[in-house]
């Protein structure tokens, strides 16, 4: 709600202080029909899909080995005890270091999706700039990743443009 007043509010004041035109680009459609990024995202799949996987493994295995040491508890001494609760820790705190180590904020998948997805971004924020700049346009909304826009006329949706000026045709 918060996002739609605010666009409203820069549309307001942009329409109110002089004749300043408009465009609408849809990210979206725009990067579906870049191959690049539909190939450089099933890539990203793929290795998570994989890191998952190895991340489950261990998971798996700190379960086994913790059902294992129930069924073996009452035979066991207090030093064998203690031994297979570490071992059991241990695993759990790979499975959460590996984790972290694909998954986290600065993990592997993030640095990945840098290499792979900024380079494109940056290609399409480019033409749309260059587009702006020779058309003279004050602002240029993504109607994909915004919610606030009801309505968008076709004739000032640039998403063809783009793409045709980056060499893909749609």
Do not use: H
């Amino acid at each position: 709600m918060k996002r739609l007043i605010l666009i409203l509010t820069i549309l307001a004041v942009a329409s109110g202080v002089s004749a300043q035109k408009f465009a609408l680009v849809d990210m979206e459609y725009i990067l579906k029909n870049i191959p690049a990024y539909e190939r450089a995202n099933e890539q990203l799949n793929q290795v998570s899909k994989k890191w998952q996987a190895e991340i489950e493994a261990l998971n798996t295995e700190a379960g086994t080995m913790y059902k294992n040491y129930q069924n073996e508890v009452v035979f066991l001494s207090e030093e064998q005890k203690k031994e297979r609760q570490e071992a059991i820790m241990e695993k759990e705190k790979d499975a959460s270091e590996l984790k972290r180590k694909y998954f986290g904020p600065e993990g592997e998948l993030f640095k990945k999706r840098e290499a792979l997805i900024t380079p494109i971004q940056e290609e399409i924020y480019n033409t749309v700039k260059e587009i702006s700049d020779q058309r003279g346009y004050s602002l240029v909304v993504d109607r994909a990743s915004d919610t606030g826009i009801i309505y968008g006329s076709p004739k000032i949706d640039i998403s063809n443009e783009v793409l045709t000026k980056l060499g893909y045709s749609y």
